[in-house]
């Protein structure tokens, strides 16, 4: 008799173990109307000693999601870099980048979250070495991404896209030269991100 009881017991605290360890919708629940992103965008090094690697563009840029509704968001992009390299004579470099989107969210899965979207933004930048001078940019593009939540209210994602940028550059003491580009890609930029 007591072995019925225990195996009953063993039986009815697996179940409940299980239970609990099974995803539940609620638990992961994907941004809805109203809710607040925040995320950072950075490239992992998968070839040094450091643990994030250096990038032309925009390496550490800030991102904010605001839902309007279940099915769409408005991002805002934010990035600065400043440099100083302590050489007497040279000027300390930087660079800006801001920018706008819309984002259009599918159905997706209980923990991935895709979407399509469009977006634009200005970038600014200026170099302290050799070739002193600045950029302008004017940027614009199409992409499609997902989210993907390792626990709630976390998530990690990725994106890929068509991009049109326009650059103007205006060495120091020589004409300024206006350049374009057009094309698709994959961002080797990973996000991370989480809901307030």
Same mark, same amino acid.
């Given at each position: 008799?007591?072995?019925?009881?225990?195996?009953?017991?063993?039986?009815? @605290?697996? $179940?409940?173990?299980?239970?609990?360890?099974?995803?539940?919708?609620?638990?992961?629940?994907?941004?809805? +109307? =109203?809710?607040?992103?925040?995320?950072?965008?950075?490239?992992?090094?998968?070839?040094?000693?450091?643990?994030? +690697?250096?990038?032309?563009? *925009?390496?550490?840029?800030?991102?904010?999601?605001?839902?309007?509704?279940?099915?769409? $968001?408005?991002?805002?992009?934010?990035?600065?870099?400043? +440099?100083?390299?302590?050489?007497?004579?040279?000027?300390?470099?930087?660079?800006?980048?801001? =920018?706008?989107?819309?984002?259009?969210?599918?159905?997706? $899965?209980?923990?991935?979250?895709?979407?399509?979207?469009?977006?634009?933004?200005?970038?600014? *930048?200026?170099?302290?070495?050799?070739?002193?001078?600045?950029?302008?940019?004017?940027?614009?593009?199409?992409?499609?991404? +997902?989210?993907?939540?390792?626990?709630?209210?976390?998530?990690?994602?990725?994106?890929?896209?068509?991009?049109?940028?326009?650059?103007? @550059?205006?060495?120091?003491?020589?004409?300024?030269?206006?350049?374009?580009?057009?094309?698709?890609?994959?961002?080797?930029?990973?996000?991370?991100?989480?809901?307030?």
């Amino acid at each position: 008799m007591k072995k019925s009881i225990f195996s009953i017991a063993f039986l009815a @605290v697996t $179940a409940m173990a299980s239970a609990q360890i099974t995803t539940n919708a609620g638990t992961f629940t994907k941004p809805s +109307a =109203g809710d607040t992103m925040v995320e950072i965008q950075f490239m992992p090094n998968f070839t040094g000693s450091g643990m994030f +690697a250096q990038s032309e563009v *925009a390496n550490g840029a800030f991102m904010m999601r605001k839902f309007d509704s279940d099915t769409k $968001a408005k991002r805002y992009m934010a990035s600065l870099e400043v +440099a100083d390299s302590g050489i007497d004579g040279e000027d300390t470099s930087f660079g800006l980048l801001v =920018g706008y989107g819309i984002e259009n969210h599918f159905a997706g $899965a209980e923990r991935l979250s895709t979407y399509w979207g469009y977006q634009g933004g200005l970038a600014y *930048a200026n170099t302290a070495d050799g070739d002193k001078g600045s950029t302008l940019g004017i940027l614009a593009g199409l992409f499609v991404g +997902a989210d993907y939540y390792v626990i709630p209210n976390v998530y990690i994602g990725t994106e890929v896209g068509y991009n049109l940028g326009i650059l103007s @550059v205006s060495p120091d003491g020589g004409d300024n030269l206006t350049s374009w580009g057009l094309g698709s890609g994959i961002t080797g930029f990973l996000r991370l991100g989480f809901k307030l």
